[in-house]
């Protein structure tokens, strides 16, 4: 019944299962203000057991949250998959970026690689994302990736809000798609290069 | 890795399933769990279920699901030793209706002897509340014994500890 995790491969990022010599990183985003809208900031025994979950998500589920890392240094930059614990009414799309390597697109680069990989070798039909409404952050995220806010669906506890992202017909030749795209590469290639700056 | 099969004729102890968690969280809401430390709600103890199925990949223990000869879910058996635990334990329970029937000390030999065989010699003892005396008499009956000096992280618990000679 042991799952193998896949790898999956962008540009800029390589996706690998969560393992145990990443769990220091894992650890100091979990303690940190940063973890605020998942649950967190974590005790030791909490953000132990969490990554201890994250693991055992993918043999249980078969499927789970990859350990971003970044292609060229290996470094990792935080997390993104499928989440489906108890209580969830449907399956979630997550991600979580370190905050010192936030504002980079990461996110939106492994969460979009995840999301193909769910809807093209999984077969899902859709997912959403569970979001608390102070996220501002993730909510942008959210709709950078499509996603808009379902408010007839069932949340966890009431505390969130349900982002439902497109179905898979709609990641295909679409706007948002090639939106999606357009965004990623500009992280690497920027549409706009500042060629100097006006000295007064 | 995950949990290793372990058998005997009395029980076996086998890798979890999705389908083992309701009634986990089943037992975690009613009185035999009353001298647990409790999730908060259904998504904490699937972290907890999950935990113990990732806890083999990160660090080579973990739990198993405790069945009868014929297959049927009776608790959970576990070897960990999550941040807070001063040492490595060996923890149990079983679900409503399985008592009595010799599984907990059936399971407890296997997952005790699978401990004491592991090749990094960390020792082994069971965290157990004071008034928990069911628990309190399987650990003796698995060879384990009272250990005042023990380090504990919760005041309410006695600590046993398991000799690899009680293992044959």
């Known amino acids: 019944m042991t799952t193998t995790i896949p790898v999956l491969e962008t540009k800029r990022l390589i996706l690998r299962g969560p393992e145990p010599q990443d769990y220091p990183n894992f650890k100091a985003t979990f303690s940190s203000y940063r973890s605020r809208f998942m649950g967190g900031p974590l005790n030791p025994y909490e953000s132990w057991m969490l990554y201890a979950a994250e693991i055992g998500h993918w043999q249980i589920r078969g499927y789970g949250m990859w350990m971003i890392h970044d292609r060229e240094s290996g470094r990792t930059l935080g997390m993104a998959g499928g989440w489906f614990p108890a209580q969830w009414p449907e399956r979630e799309i997550a991600w979580i970026i370190w905050p010192e390597v936030a504002g980079r697109g990461y996110a939106l680069e492994a969460t979009h690689a995840a999301r193909r990989y769910f809807y093209e070798t999984l077969g899902w039909d859709g997912a959403v994302s569970y979001i608390d409404p102070k996220n501002l952050d993730s909510i942008r995220l959210a709709e950078r990736l499509g996603a808009k806010r379902d408010d007839g669906a069932a949340t966890v506890d009431g505390n969130d809000v349900c982002y439902r992202h497109p179905a898979p017909a709609d990641l295909v030749s679409s706007q948002i798609a090639d939106g999606i795209a357009l965004e990623i590469a500009s992280y690497t290639d920027p549409l706009f290069k500042p060629e100097g700056y006006a000295l007064d | ?168």
């Open chain 2, 1 to 168: 890795m995950s949990a290793p099969l372990l058998t005997s004729d009395n029980v076996t102890l086998r890798p979890h399933r999705q389908s083992d968690f309701d009634a986990y969280w089943t037992f975690f809401r009613s009185p035999r769990a009353q001298y647990m430390d409790l999730p908060a709600d259904a998504s904490s103890a699937w972290y907890g279920f999950a935990s113990e199925v990732g806890s083999w990949d990160l660090v080579g223990q973990g739990g198993w699901a405790i069945e009868t000869p014929d297959g049927v879910l009776a608790g959970q058996i576990a070897v960990t030793q999550p941040p807070h635990f001063p040492e490595r334990e060996l923890g149990w329970f079983l679900l409503d209706g399985f008592e009595g029937r010799g599984l907990a000390y059936a399971a407890g030999v296997l997952a005790r002897d699978w401990a004491l065989a592991q090749p990094n010699a960390a020792t082994l003892v069971s965290y157990i509340h004071r008034d928990n005396t069911r628990s309190i008499r399987l650990a003796e009956r698995l060879g384990a014994t009272l250990d005042p000096a023990a380090v504990i992280f919760d005041v309410g618990d006695v600590v046993y500890r398991y000799h690899e000679e009680a293992a044959a």
